[in-house]
């Protein structure tokens, strides 16, 4: 499987047990909700600012991002 649609299940997994709508994580992060999309979906390929971005929302460190890639 490609590492951007892993990270996408990843953040999608993370979202879900925050209890967060794709539309509040992409507002927390500052991103535009198609584009958190296409993350989710392994369409982007996201620098680590956005990254850091997203992890912030979420509450969790960055790294755990990756936890099962």
Same mark, same amino acid.
């Given at each position: 499987?490609?590492? +951007? +649609?892993?990270?996408?299940?990843?953040?999608? $997994?993370?979202?879900?047990?925050?209890?967060?709508?794709? $539309? $509040?994580? %992409?507002?927390?992060?500052?991103?535009? !909700?198609?584009?958190?999309?296409?993350?989710?979906?392994?369409?982007?390929?996201?620098?680590?600012? !956005?990254? #850091?971005? !997203? %992890?912030? %929302?979420? #509450?969790?460190?960055?790294?755990?991002?990756?936890?099962?890639?």
């Amino acid at each position: 499987m490609d590492v +951007r +649609r892993q990270l996408g299940i990843r953040i999608k $997994e993370l979202r879900e047990i925050a209890s967060l709508s794709q $539309e $509040e994580l %992409a507002h927390r992060s500052s991103v535009h !909700v198609t584009y958190l999309s296409g993350m989710e979906n392994g369409k982007r390929n996201p620098s680590l600012l !956005v990254l #850091n971005r !997203v %992890a912030t %929302a979420l #509450n969790v460190k960055l790294g755990e991002l990756f936890g099962r890639i």
